[in-house]
């Protein structure tokens, strides 16, 4: 019982409200991490259990049609990574969010699967190939993601501790970006204290920031060529992609946005009032957008 109220109390997903703050894009990132933690703790004996209670609780329902708040985070972002139209709306934004979804297949069934084996105290089957799934359906763009896979799902390989530092790492550095006050970053920040595997010369890349949704549509590249310009429109383009799929941007397609970078700096060195101005102007452009 005390497990089940600890997750109660720290979860991300207590209230629909909290829900407002996600993308599906956020969605997507945070199912793929609570997945990568999973994996990783049940693997040493002295989490194993916290694992397997994890995995029982999000996995009890079977199937992941309705918002739940007496179940996991994980529980939650399944359901709105493999939610109906009720589900989206109750995203940041609900019309891109459904667009998305509607070219996303998370692998439900497997993942369940997966879940359910853990649950019951039995090792799941197949494991690089599930997560290699998981990874392309969403899909997940980070290429730290994909190297902590990598390390997570195949540590009876590894020749090396530094590996499994720097990928344990690198799991801290992007649990506390996106699952701050989730239900599993304090399991996971024990399980490195204890084993001593954070490693504070690995860089931290996170952003912090929330994975917009929205697409840059045909008739947006002419409202975005009269900011950045003609010859730098298809490099402008690529960094908001990039940026989207959260991925690290080259030098010269960085560059590309600058005009936009500048003109974001002059609203906000104009003061409170410029920048609340462009606050409103969001807004509204976000009531009047025509739906795509």
């Not at 600890?6 to 599906?24: I, P």
């Not at 990568?36 to 194993?48: A, D, G, H, N, S």
């Not at 197949?126 to 990598?150: C, H, L, T």
């Not at 908001?240 to 960085?254: D, F, H, M, R």
Request: proline share 4%.
């Amino acid at each position: 019982m005390d497990f089940i109220k600890g997750l109660y109390e720290a979860r991300m997903t207590r209230t629909e409200s909290n829900t407002k703050k996600l993308s599906y894009r956020d969605c997507c990132e945070r199912t793929y991490l609570c997945l990568l933690i999973v994996e990783l703790l049940r693997q040493f004996p002295r989490y194993t259990q916290s694992a397997q209670q994890y995995a029982r609780e999000t996995s009890r329902h079977t199937n992941y049609d309705y918002f739940r708040m007496n179940s996991t985070d994980l529980y939650n972002f399944i359901y709105f990574v493999t939610g109906d139209e009720k589900a989206m709306e109750k995203l940041k934004d609900s019309e891109a969010a459904a667009k998305i979804r509607s070219q996303t297949h998370l692998p439900e069934m497997a993942v369940n699967r997966y879940l359910s084996k853990i649950g019951a105290k039995q090792s799941p089957t197949a494991v690089p190939q599930f997560f290699m799934s998981v990874e392309s359906k969403i899909p997940i763009g980070s290429g730290d993601y994909k190297n902590i896979r990598r390390v997570i799902t195949n540590l009876d390989k590894l020749d090396n501790r530094r590996s499994l530092q720097r990928a344990v790492t690198k799991l801290l550095y992007a649990a506390r970006a996106r699952l701050r006050s989730g239900d599993l970053i304090d399991d996971l920040e024990k399980f490195a204290a204890d084993r001593n595997l954070e490693w504070p010369s690995v860089q931290d890349t996170q952003p912090v920031i929330s994975r917009t949704d929205a697409k840059i549509s045909s008739t947006d590249l002419l409202f975005l060529q009269r900011i950045v310009g003609k010859n730098k429109l298809p490099l402008a383009l690529k960094y908001i992609e990039l940026s989207q799929q959260g991925k690290t941007i080259p030098s010269n397609v960085a560059q590309a946005f600058t005009p936009a970078i500048d003109l974001l700096v002059d609203i906000i060195q104009g003061g409170g009032s410029y920048v609340a101005q462009l606050q409103r102007l969001q807004k509204l452009a976000k009531k009047q957008r025509k739906p795509r």
